[in-house]
């Protein structure tokens, strides 16, 4: 089956209903599964993206093998033929969860979460304007908005539950997971970051910033939840890309630009998006897919 799914309703207990994810628990074990839905301006749209949630599991589990060497992480299988053997009540959904779900080490999370920049966007552009520095990074005077940052940078921010993350502090960071736990995340972060951005800007793909969560595994740190989508990430085609604006994003363009033009005042419901927005959406999302892990992406996948 390759349809659309804008809701999961699995025969184990729900940890956790993001707006993309459905997250399931099984002994000490989590189930991630990446549903179609897609989100503008923090809102879920009525609309699920064919294709997306497979694209974005993928991505995932791509980036998770490409830095194994860096860090360890959650992941026990993306194969649904071993994750419906492990768990035997999954059987008759094997098809819905391939390529869509992780099957993954249910850790204790920092409270924390790992955002580094290399760009100056969101978040960052707006406290760089007021005060120069970012979480109290001091930076070069003068840059421009969207502008490479002169080096990377880790700025800490603290997980809410209900509307945004807020910066902090590294200070703040290291009272919130202690000295040695903080100077690792934030190595590792630095780390994770340089090397995956390299690799994806030579394929035409800037990530600007993105987040990683860490969590604890037998006291072992380790990365958890999804990393370096365009869904954690900002992703910007790097051919349009031009600093001293905002850019356009990768995968969400079209349906901004659309929301946008209809004059949405962004707070739910959303509206529904034309079927012409919608197919250009998950051709952005293949062509992601296909830019960083070098294949086509197989639409008939089950
Ligand atoms: N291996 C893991 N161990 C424990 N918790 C995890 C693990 N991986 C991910 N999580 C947690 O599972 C949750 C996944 O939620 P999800 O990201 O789907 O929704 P959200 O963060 O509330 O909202 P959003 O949709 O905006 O991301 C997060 O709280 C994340 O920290
Ligand atoms: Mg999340």
């Not at 799914?5 to 989590?30: H, I, N, S, W």
């Not at 079927?275 to 992406?297: H, N």
Request: with cysteine; net charge neutral; aromatic share 8%.
């Amino acid at each position: 089956m390759n349809e659309v799914v804008l809701q999961t309703q699995l025969p184990l207990k729900l940890f956790k209903k993001g707006k993309v994810r459905d997250v399931y628990e099984a002994d000490d074990m989590l189930l991630i599964v990446a549903t179609d839905r897609i989100s503008a301006f923090d809102v879920v749209l009525p609309n699920g993206i064919p294709h997306k949630g497979r694209v974005l599991n993928m991505l995932a589990k791509f980036w998770f093998g490409f830095t194994k060497e860096i860090i360890a992480n959650h992941v026990i299988t993306t194969e649904s033929v071993e994750i419906v053997s492990q768990i035997n009540v999954l059987k008759e959904y094997e098809g819905m969860l391939k390529n869509r779900a992780t099957l993954a080490k249910k850790t204790r999370p920092l409270a924390v979460e790992c955002v580094v920049r290399g760009y100056l966007a969101g978040s960052g552009w707006k406290e760089y304007q007021e005060k120069g520095s970012i979480c109290g990074i001091k930076l070069p005077e003068g840059l421009k908005e969207s502008q490479r940052i002169p080096f990377p940078i880790f700025t800490p921010a603290t997980k809410a539950d209900t509307g945004h993350d807020m910066n902090i502090s590294e200070e703040k960071m290291v009272e919130i997971v202690g000295e040695k736990i903080g100077q690792e995340i934030k190595e590792k972060s630095l780390k994770i970051y340089e090397t995956t951005c390299e690799y994806a800007e030579e394929r035409g793909i800037i990530i600007a910033d993105t987040k990683f969560e860490f969590g604890l595994c037998n006291d072992e740190v380790i990365l958890i939840d999804e990393i370096l989508t365009p869904d954690s990430s900002r992703f910007w085609p790097k051919d349009d890309y031009v600093p001293g604006k905002p850019q356009n994003s990768f995968d969400k363009q079209y349906v901004r630009d659309y929301l946008e033009s209809i004059k949405w005042n962004k707070k739910p419901p959303a509206p529904v998006l034309p079927e012409e927005v919608v197919k250009k959406t998950t051709e952005k999302y293949i062509e992601a897919y296909r830019r960083i892990i070098g294949e086509d992406f197989k639409k008939n996948q089950t």
